[in-house]
T-cell receptor
Framework: DAGVTQSPTHLIKTRGQQVTLRCSPK?????VSWYQQALGQGPQFIFQ???????QRGNFPDRFSGHQFPNYSSELNVNALLLGDSALYLC??????????????FGPGTRLTVL | AQTVTQSQPEMSVQEAETVTLSCTYD???????LFWYKQPPSRQMILVIR??????QNATENRFSVNFQKAAKSFSLKISDSQLGDAAMYFC???????????????FGKGTLLTMNP
């Protein structure tokens, strides 16, 4: 059973460019959350998707957008990249179907460097 | 807004010894969840232990246990019989489930780097 997968592993972009990061959730999961982890910091919540809609959003500008596909996979898009967007981007998947809290399983992350 | 504070940027422990990592949080919710996550150099965030706020009994998972003090909003992690593989960044995190049935966002502390003394 494959866990959460993310692509690419590493990415280098220049300021002003756009980037798309991809995430495939763990089998059986329908919810995807994205987090940004700057160097030496804890992850910060960006947004969460289920049923192909953004359901919750953290304190991130509109340059950060996302999408969820019918197969539950998700994309994170960042436009007009800034140096400060350099970080590890983590995807986490979970399920809304169980009666109790469901663990969020994390992927290995995508390391984005903006030059 | 919920906040999570980890006051120890770095801790060290000798193999086979016990270490305790501290965490405090702030919330106005009555029903919530607390977590300790481990992030080794490989970057993969791994759940170590989870505590439901409505449960008075402290959670345990093998060598890992927590001291949950709800009134004090404190949630410390104790690692017993420390092993080399325990060296990693440890994050304390908070969450609650919203009325729509989805898992609410995780709010993380800044982390504590645990290193092993030779």
């Amino acid at each position: 059973d494959a866990g959460v997968t993310q692509s690419p592993t590493h990415l280098i972009k220049t300021r002003g460019q756009q980037v798309t990061l991809r995430c495939s959730p763990k089998s059986g999961h329908d919810t995807v959350s994205w987090y940004q982890q700057a160097l030496g910091q804890g992850p910060q919540f960006i947004f969460q998707y289920y049923e192909e809609e953004e359901r919750q959003r953290g304190n991130f500008p509109d340059r950060f957008s996302g999408h969820q596909f019918p197969n539950y996979s998700s994309e994170l898009n960042v436009n007009a990249l800034l140096l400060g967007d350099s970080a590890l981007y983590l995807c986490a998947s979970s399920s809304r179907l169980a009666s109790s809290y469901n663990e969020q399983f994390f992927g290995p992350g995508t390391r984005l460097t903006v030059l | 807004a919920q906040t999570v504070t980890q006051s120890q940027p770095e801790m060290s422990v000798q193999e086979a010894e016990t270490v305790t990592l501290s965490c405090t949080y702030d919330t106005s919710e009555s029903d919530y969840y607390l977590f300790w996550y481990k992030q080794p150099p490989s970057r993969q965030m791994i759940l170590v232990i989870r505590q439901e706020a409505y449960k008075q009994q402290n959670a345990t998972e093998n060598r890992f246990s927590v001291n949950f003090q709800k009134a004090a909003k404190s949630f410390s992690l104790k690692i017993s019989d420390s092993q080399l593989g325990d060296a990693a960044m440890y994050f304390c995190a908070y969450s609650h489930k919203d009325s729509g049935g989805s898992n609410y966002k995780l709010t993380f502390g800044k982390g504590t780097l645990l290193t092993m003394n030779p």
